[in-house]
């Protein structure tokens, strides 16, 4: 019976193994170490409706309303891709201002537009540093 019981650890550890490659392949390993964690934000594969989501939260971070602090990693992805896709800005900005008090509505507008979204990226000269995140 002993073969068989090391026959199925082996394999056991052989799916482990797997797994952790998969996982590191899908830039997910940090979830299993931090499970607070969330998987990268690829703002592409985001709604209107998630990225005003998005909006939401990072903007209530950084009025100090919010516990649920964005990653630097996070910022950068979602106002570089403002940035680059201005399209999508006013788009987001509708579905955001839905949930927002009116009082509130001058002062999110001007975060998004000249606190939070960074010019594209491509567009940005070589000098040009981003500018420093709360």
Known sequence: ?????MER??????????LRLLLEDLEL???????????PMHPA??????????????????QSLSDDVPTPEERTALADYLGCHEEI?????AAWVVDLNPADWDAAEYWL?????????EARPPSAQPRPRH
């Open 1 to 5: 019976m002993m073969p068989r019981v």
């Open 9 to 18: 650890d082996a394999h056991a550890r052989a799916n482990t193994e797997q």
């Open 29 to 39: 390993t940090t979830a299993q170490a931090r499970p607070e964690y969330t998987a």
């Open 45 to 62: 594969a985001l709604t209107v409706a998630e990225i005003a989501d998005q909006l939401a939260r990072i903007y209530a971070a950084d």
């Open 89 to 93: 800005r006013p788009e987001a900005w």
């Open 113 to 121: 537009d000249f606190e939070f979204v960074e010019p594209c990226p």
